[in-house]
């Protein structure tokens, strides 16, 4: 992932990964909510389907919640 930044409202993140994708980006990035705070985590694997699963958290949007980084990123919102 060479640069993914996120616009999020009045809010804007940039992850900087430095690695081309290919494929499908939910291979590489997901959003999920943490079962104990409801916030939103950010999450890469940065090999993608690449010896298989495996996400790290790399941030978390506190008291933000529902986004779809597909949608986000056909959007224009997430730029890799």
């Given at each position: 992932?060479?640069?993914?930044?996120?616009?999020?409202?009045?809010?804007?993140?940039?992850?900087?990964?430095?690695?081309r994708?290919?494929?499908?980006?939910?291979?590489?990035?997901?959003?999920?909510?943490?079962?104990?705070?409801?916030?939103?985590?950010?999450?890469?694997?940065?090999?993608?389907?690449?010896?298989?699963?495996?996400?790290?958290?790399?941030?978390?949007?506190?008291?933000?919640v529902?986004?779809?980084?597909?949608?986000?990123?056909?959007?224009?919102?997430?730029?890799?």
């Open positions: 992932i060479d640069l993914v930044v996120l616009y999020l409202g009045n809010y804007r993140e940039v992850i900087d990964n430095r690695k994708i290919s494929g499908n980006i939910k291979h590489y990035l997901q959003f999920t909510t943490d079962g104990a705070t409801g916030d939103t985590l950010v999450q890469v694997d940065a090999n993608g389907l690449t010896g298989g699963t495996n996400f790290q958290t790399i941030a978390r949007l506190d008291d933000l529902g986004f779809d980084e597909v949608a986000l990123y056909n959007a224009g919102h997430i730029i890799i």
